[in-house]
């Protein structure tokens, strides 16, 4: 690495040389710094890159079929960011693996750690939306059941235009080594803005059969009523999907 001088400083590449600014400073070095595919592969100085590689790729296989398994409950809910968000999740419960090798780390053991559960239940699955009513609420799983306490239609936040709450709730079962999955999911409950109840709850009949850890989902969505149909309410506010692990 070598600063440049003179009264023109480039910038990109020339020559195999990188030109660049680094903290302001104009600087130029070789391109590449070895990074090639050879290299990653074969050499001793790469071994951290190769076993960051082995554990990318594992999160990366976690990651598309959780995003497969979460299909019913973001059906109509739009978000690029959702993938790369996904990704550091699974990247973040794979290092509480602390038993492995580096480069053979695991999700899933990650998660059986006492803080795997709760840094799923602390990923914000909508930032429009990241609570789902500003009110108590939580998902029992001893009686498998979502609990709604101190609701009230102010409470429920109904964006502008909304005539209808809906809530769907359901326990997923994932397997992070096999990546298999299933789900059972509770009957919709509707809610209209003339409703007055301060509690309701929602009951889940049962779990979903195999092996695997257990989430329970819950997502809430607002539409419009148009005639006698209801119409999903664009926007990231109408939408909230919040994961509870076991």
């Not at 006698?228 to 999907?241: R, T, W, Y």
Request: hydrophobic residues 45%; contains cysteine; glycine residues 10%.
């Amino acid at each position: 690495m070598a600063r440049q001088k003179g009264i023109v400083f480039f910038e990109g590449t020339l020559g195999g040389i990188n030109f660049y600014y680094r903290k302001g400073v104009p600087t130029a070095r070789r391109a590449g710094g070895g990074f090639t595919a050879k290299a990653i592969k074969m050499s001793p100085n790469m071994v951290r890159v190769r076993e960051s590689n082995s554990e990318f790729a594992l999160c990366s296989t976690v990651n598309k079929y959780f995003k497969l398994a979460l299909r019913p409950f973001l059906a109509g809910y739009k978000d690029g960011t959702l993938h790369a968000r996904l990704m550091r999740l699974f990247l973040g419960i794979k290092d509480l693996d602390a038993t492995s090798e580096r480069g053979e780390r695991r999700v899933g053991i990650g998660y059986s750690t006492v803080y795997g559960p709760k840094v799923l239940s602390d990923f914000v699955v909508t930032p429009g939306r990241p609570n789902l009513f500003s009110c108590s609420y939580a998902f029992d799983w001893d009686a498998l059941r979502f609990d709604v306490h101190d609701f009230s239609v102010a409470a429920a936040n109904f964006p502008k235009g909304a005539d209808v709450l809906e809530v769907v709730v359901g326990v997923l079962r994932f397997d992070f080594e096999t990546c298999t999955y299933a789900s059972v999911m509770a009957d919709p409950v509707f809610v209209d803005r003339d409703f007055d109840a301060a509690s309701f709850a929602i009951e889940v009949n049962g779990l979903p059969e195999g092996d695997g850890v257990l989430v329970a989902v819950a997502r809430v969505a607002f539409y419009q009523r148009v005639n006698d149909g209801l119409f999903l309410l664009p926007g990231g506010d109408g939408f909230g999907v919040e994961m509870f692990g076991c």
